[in-house]
């Protein structure tokens, strides 16, 4: 069985600080991983993906993946309110298709 | 900016009815794909089609449901006997062909079984 898995939280950080998140993964062939963003009631939102082991920075947010510990965490650097919301680690393995999703951190941005 | 759209927003139906929900896909869009997501829980994926026809499916995607793309805009899925445990948000989403790792969710469709 493939699995994601993700610290619940919530994570509270202070507005301006820097978030961490990180996520794990069980299968050593996954190709793709991804974070999305998904605000209550709403659609997840894709803020980056990462394929190569190292840092990929996107503006505010940093994806950084290594393989051979099977994590992949995201930096949210100058943390805002607005980005108060559950984000969730996704992986894809061999096959095309299919995405393994955890469960998501909520994140909490206090001003 | 084009955006992939769901409707209904809610349905609610009885156990044992059948629902269809329907999906508007981005128009240059090849690769089409159904998840679901019970309150509080993970995202599931379902099933992906491509070049009409499913390109895969998941344990979840049995012979209850099925998928669709009756003409060239929308993408449906369709669910015969509905029961209490697929009460969830059903997303669907698209990418094009140039885009393997971007995948855009719609709104979703929150469905609840009586």
């Known amino acids: 069985q493939k699995e994601v898995e993700q610290n619940s939280g919530p994570l509270s950080v202070p507005e301006g600080a820097i978030a961490s998140l990180n996520c794990t993964y069980s299968?050593?062939?996954?190709?793709?991983f991804f974070w999305y963003r998904q605000y209550s009631g709403k659609s997840p939102e894709l803020i980056m993906f990462?394929?190569s082991n190292g840092d990929k920075e996107d503006g505010r947010f940093t994806a950084q993946l290594n393989k051979a510990s099977q994590y992949v965490s995201l930096l949210i650097r100058d943390s805002q309110p607005s980005d108060s919301a559950t984000y969730l680690c996704?992986?894809?393995?061999?096959?095309?298709?299919?995405?393994?999703w955890g469960a998501g951190t909520k994140l909490i941005i206090k001003p | 900016e084009p955006e992939v759209t769901q409707t209904p927003s809610h349905q609610v139906t009885q156990m044992g009815q059948e629902v269809i929900l329907r999906c508007v896909p981005i128009?240059?869009?090849?690769?089409f794909y159904w998840y679901r997501q019970i309150l509080g829980q993970k995202v599931e994926f379902l099933v992906s089609?491509?070049?009409?026809?499913?390109?895969?499916k998941s344990e979840i995607f049995d012979d209850q449901f099925s998928v669709e793309r009756p003409d060239g805009s929308n993408f449906t899925l369709k669910i015969r006997s509905t029961k209490l445990e697929d009460s969830a948000m059903y997303f669907c989403?698209?990418?094009?062909?140039?885009?393997?790792?971007?995948?855009?969710f719609g709104p979703g469709t929150r469905l609840l079984v009586l």
């Open positions: 989403a698209s990418r094009p062909d140039s885009q393997q790792e971007t995948q855009y």
């Open positions: 128009s240059n869009h090849l690769y």
């Open positions: 089609f491509y070049n009409n026809e499913i390109s895969e």
């Open positions: 299968d050593r062939g996954s190709q793709s």
């Open positions: 990462i394929y």
């Open positions: 996704a992986v894809r393995g061999d096959s095309n298709y299919q995405l393994i």
